[in-house]
């Protein structure tokens, strides 16, 4: 039988490619993504309700460390346009959903060629989402 783990992941999975949109908002989904958008996406999929923001994601659920983390978590980072609270000083601007085997599924910016921003929703290795500020691993399932 399928976990929600399994389901989460094969949803994200099945949304690889789908265009980036800074500030996305739900109603935007499935057809353009921002890194929080897609994280909210991927668990609204599975019957659970998170924030909106990555700042507020990542004071849902149980701390993980790196070394304990499993599929289905998601990790912060600081990123390029890191946002501040009380709780989070050193800022959190982007969120991934970490598949096993040093991997993450984000929705992610990249500047084009034309100075535009593009990007997409990708498979990454964890430790160049780690080269962005690293700010920690949160299990919610």
């Not at 265009?19 to 499935?30: I, L, S, V």
């Not at 668990?43 to 599929?71: C, H, W, Y």
């Not at 500047?111 to 593009?118: L, V």
Request: hydrophobic share 35%.
């Amino acid at each position: 039988m399928e976990t929600k783990v399994d389901q989460l992941i094969s949803v994200a999975k099945k949304n690889l490619g789908k265009p980036y949109k800074y500030g996305a908002k739900p109603a935007d989904a499935p057809k353009y993504f921002d890194c929080s958008s897609f994280t909210q996406y991927l668990f609204k999929r599975v019957g659970v309700v998170i924030p909106r923001t990555a700042l507020e994601q990542i004071d849902v659920g149980k701390s993980v460390s790196k070394k304990n983390m499993k599929p289905g978590d998601l990790v912060f980072c600081k990123g390029s346009v890191g946002r501040y609270n009380r709780k989070n000083p050193d800022g959190v601007g982007h969120v991934a959903l970490y598949i096993g085997k040093n991997k993450v599924i984000h929705a992610k910016s990249v500047e084009a060629s034309d100075g535009k921003e593009k990007g997409k929703t990708m498979v990454q290795g964890i430790e160049n989402f780690y080269k962005n500020g690293w700010r920690g691993a949160k299990r919610i399932l």
